[in-house]
């Protein structure tokens, strides 16, 4: 089994060819010269029109340039091909350009003939006569071609359909390739630039500021939980609230824009009460009060489990101490975030996590184009593989030859 590269197949296979069908490329060149003999017979016929005229007059001399030039340009148009671009493409334009003279010549006599006519009519003949020889020799040449030149066409066809397909092929896996590279390139640089940054990260955090600043959070968050444990009466705030909004006058003198607030978020209420928690203590004992008085219809173990809540609120004072504990911690937090902002770790720590963001989403993209770009390159190797052994059976009925194309990548 042989191999011949994709840039060197052509002209391999054309040779191949050549030698098949050195007949019908023998026989063709020899109807190509007759008409190519024929074609200077009809241009030195119009030649001599200019010779015979003589003196005609302004008017006609004018048509005569025209007649003999246009025909002389359609003459020129006409290609013969040469002996390695013989192809029945090329022979087909031959015979289409034959054919447009023959139209040229009719149209331009039409035209420009009755102004000159009678000074020319020997030549008139003679090109009459040549026209005629050549149409016969054209015809002679297409039926030739529909007849003799079929299987060549065949085999000339193969390689015009497939050699670019080919050279598609190579050059999008080639481009692809080269993709695929700079995104792997890319994404390993990516990957190193992360790893630097979370180093970075791990090292900003590891300070001692920091450290002390997640332990105040931690204790922060643990004193929250105890907190809402204590808020046990929760139920039957909201049971209150409920009443108010029906009668406003079921508890005299409670601030319903301060239970609202209480129970939107009673942590953070409870810190910002300025009063000592005043305001807190007397919604309890009129809260204890509507309980007592049956105001809020609850089961009486709740109430009961209630009113038992709130009176250990009162004698241990214990949630007391644990919201001064809270506000104590959310100082302490606030003077160490200072310090830490103080020494510029906190914009760093910011900066670094907004750069591992980004190159994170960058990350995730390269991901997926290394991923479309795997795919595209499998496909096109695929394709390849497919489009080459479909031509390799098509080639050896054609040439006889088991030979392959050889396909050097440039990666």
């Known amino acids: 089994m042989g191999e011949v590269l994709l840039e060197e197949f052509e002209e391999y296979y054309n040779n191949k060819i050549d030698l098949k069908y050195s007949k019908i490329k023998k026989a063709v060149k020899k109807l190509m010269i007759d008409i190519e003999t024929n074609l200077v017979e009809i241009k030195n016929s119009v030649d001599r029109f200019q010779e015979a005229a003589g003196d005609i007059g302004e008017k006609a001399t004018r048509s005569l340039n025209f007649f003999t030039d246009r025909i002389n340009k359609q003459l020129d148009e006409i290609e013969i091909p040469d002996d390695n671009q ?145 808020l046990g009466f929760k139920k039957a705030l909201k049971k209150l609230k409920v009443e108010l909004e029906k009668n406003s006058s079921l508890v005299p003198g409670l601030d319903i824009n301060y239970l609202k607030e209480f129970l939107k978020n009673p942590i953070q209420t409870l810190s910002n009460d300025t009063s000592n928690m005043q305001n807190f203590s007397e919604l ?32 241990e004072k214990q949630l007391y101490k644990d919201i001064d504990k809270i506000k104590d911690l959310k100082s302490k937090i606030a003077e160490m975030e200072k310090k830490i902002s103080e020494a510029g770790i906190s914009s760093k720590l910011e900066e670094v996590k907004n750069q591992i963001s980004i190159n994170t989403v960058k990350l995730e993209h390269l991901e997926n184009d290394l991923e479309k770009k795997n795919s595209d390159f499998t496909r096109y190797l695929n394709v390849l593989k497919k489009e080459r052994e479909d031509f390799h059976d098509l080639l050896s009925q054609e040439i006889g030859e088991d030979v392959r194309i050889k396909i050097e990548f440039t990666f």
């Open 86 to 230: 013989i192809t029945h493409e090329n022979l087909t334009k031959l015979s289409n350009e034959v054919k447009k003279l023959f139209t040229v010549i009719n149209e331009i006599a039409r035209k420009a003939l009755p102004k000159f006519h009678k000074e020319v009519q020997p030549q008139i003949k003679e090109l009459n006569y040549l026209t005629r020889k050549l149409q016969k020799r054209l015809a002679i040449f297409n039926q030739f071609l529909k007849k003799k030149y079929g299987d060549l066409k065949s085999a000339e066809e193969l390689v015009k359909k497939k050699l670019p397909k080919f050279f598609t092929l190579k050059d999008n896996i080639e481009n692809v390739k080269m993709d695929l590279t700079n995104f792997e390139n890319e994404f390993e640089e990516r990957k190193n630039t992360q790893s630097e940054l979370t180093a970075e990260l791990m090292k900003l955090e590891k300070s001692d500021l920091f450290k002390e600043l997640e332990k105040l959070r931690d204790e922060l968050f643990k004193h929250k939980i105890k907190v809402n444990d204590e």
């Open 284 to 315: 309890m004992v009129k809260l204890r009060h509507a309980l007592e008085e049956n105001k809020l219809n609850l089961k009486a173990d709740k109430k009961e489990k209630t009113i038992e809540h709130i009176n250990k609120i009162f004698d």
